[in-house]
Structures are given as structure tokens and as C-alpha cells.
């Protein structure tokens, strides 16, 4: 079964420095890859995806993950941190053949002013 | 479109009391799904639908927690007889009309259970 691993249980950084947060997943065949955002009191909304091709992966409010097939990596990243970034952040990884998705633990991205 | 339609928002019942959570998918999605978050466990996945039809109920914790879903728009979580350690944000997401890769998550209900 697929498994993801998120590092990093809490990151922080200063506004306007860039970011990378950590995932790394467990997969027999090529996954599909998800990261999502929880701000505080709300669903989980959905940043962006990898299926297949380009391995670099543009998403919304300027974030990018790229697939690293060697690594068994999805790394997310941003060059510019708001503060409005400040949430928790989910790697997620589902197979072809079924709906079944596997979250990571997360991670809590503090932005300091 | 009104994405997908949690109630209630929030529930506060006592031990013992049985608790409904209701979901309303995105129009023309086809998969349905209901998670738990807490802190110490994280995100798990309880059930999930497609088409209608229970798929994999793996993670429904125990026979105190049952799903439906009726018909396309409709599903509910029932916990009967509820206890103090299934308080937690229950979420319902549904997914795309083929196999459900994109999931959009409604607001959770936040259940305490005293």
C-alpha cells in the first residue's frame, strides 16, 4: 500500500524568503501526487498535482512541487513566503487503480514578519 | 458551484448519544469520502464511496460507525453510541467523475463528545 512521509512536523520561515517542504512517498508503481493546504478551521483545499509528464508542477498562490522518481520525492516550494501562507500543508498519494489516498502527517508552516 | 456541503458545522453531544454528520458532494462527482482528523492520529480515511457503493470501509473504527450514501447527493456518518474519544473534525471530500485523483474537502464538522 502507498505511504507518505512528510519530515518536517513544523517549519518556519521569515516573509519573502523562499520555502521547500519535505515529502517523501512509498509507492510500487508511478503514484499520483498531491499537496494540499489546511488553514486553521477549514477543509483541505488543493494546491496542485502530479500525474505524469512534466515533473515540475505549477499550482495555485505560487507554489511549485517537483517529482523526483529517483528520490521517491514530491517537494513543494514557494520563492517568496507571505504571511498569508502561515497553514498546515499535506502530501498525498493515491494509485491508479483505486480511490484509496494516503495522507502525511503534515506540516505547520509558521511565517514570521 | 457551492463545493461541498457539510452539516452541522459543529455538534456537541453527550456519551452515549447517537450523532448524524451529513455531506453533500460536488454535483457530478461520483466518489465520496469521509475522513477523521485529530491531532494525535492525523488525517485518516474512514470510508469511501463510489457511485454510491461503499468501496472500502477499512478505517471505520468499529461497528459503532456506520455510512450511507442514498443517492448521488447524499451521504451521512452515523456514530451510535458515540464516546468521548470520537471527538475530532470528521471531513467529507469528493472526487472527479473518473477515478477520484482530485478530491475537494467540504468544511468538517468539529464533533466533542463530553
Known amino acids: 500500500a502507498q505511504s507518505v512521509t512528510q519530515p518536517d512536523i513544523h517549519i518556519t520561515v521569515s516573509e519573502g524568503a523562499s520555502l521547500e517542504l519535505r515529502c517523501n512517498y512509498s509507492?510500487?508503481?508511478?503514484?499520483?501526487l498531491f499537496w494540499y493546504v489546511q488553514s486553521p478551521g477549514q477543509g483541505l483545499q488543493l494546491l496542485l498535482k502530479y500525474f505524469s509528464g512534466d515533473t515540475l508542477v505549477q499550482g495555485i498562490k505560487g507554489f511549485e512541487a517537483e517529482f523526483k522518481r529517483s528520490q521517491s520525492s514530491f517537494n513543494l516550494r514557494k520563492p517568496s513566503v507571505h504571511w498569508s501562507d502561515a497553514a498546515e500543508y499535506f502530501c498525498?498519494?493515491?494509485?491508479?487503480?483505486?480511490?484509496?489516498?494516503?495522507f502525511g502527517a503534515g506540516t505547520r508552516l509558521t511565517v514570521k514578519p | 458551484d457551492a463545493g461541498v456541503i457539510q452539516s452541522p458545522r459543529h455538534e456537541v453531544t453527550e456519551m452515549g448519544q447517537e450523532v448524524t454528520l451529513r455531506c453533500k458532494p460536488i454535483s457530478g462527482h461520483n466518489s465520496l469520502f469521509w475522513y477523521r482528523q485529530t491531532m494525535m492520529r492525523g488525517l485518516e480515511l474512514l470510508i469511501y464511496?463510489?457511485?454510491?457503493?461503499?468501496?472500502?470501509d477499512s478505517g471505520m473504527p468499529e461497528d459503532r460507525f456506520s455510512a450511507k450514501m442514498p443517492n448521488a447527493s447524499f451521504s451521512t456518518l452515523k456514530i451510535q453510541p458515540s464516546e468521548p474519544r470520537d471527538s475530532a473534525v470528521y471531513f467529507c471530500?469528493?472526487?472527479?467523475?473518473?477515478?477520484?485523483?482530485?478530491?475537494?474537502f467540504g468544511p468538517g464538522t468539529r464533533l466533542t463528545v463530553t
Open positions: 471530500a469528493s472526487g472527479g467523475r473518473e477515478v477520484a485523483y482530485e478530491q475537494y
Open positions: 498525498a498519494v493515491a494509485s491508479y487503480n483505486n480511490n484509496d489516498m494516503r
Open positions: 464511496f463510489n457511485n454510491n457503493v461503499p468501496i472500502d
Open positions: 509507492y510500487g508503481a508511478t503514484p499520483y
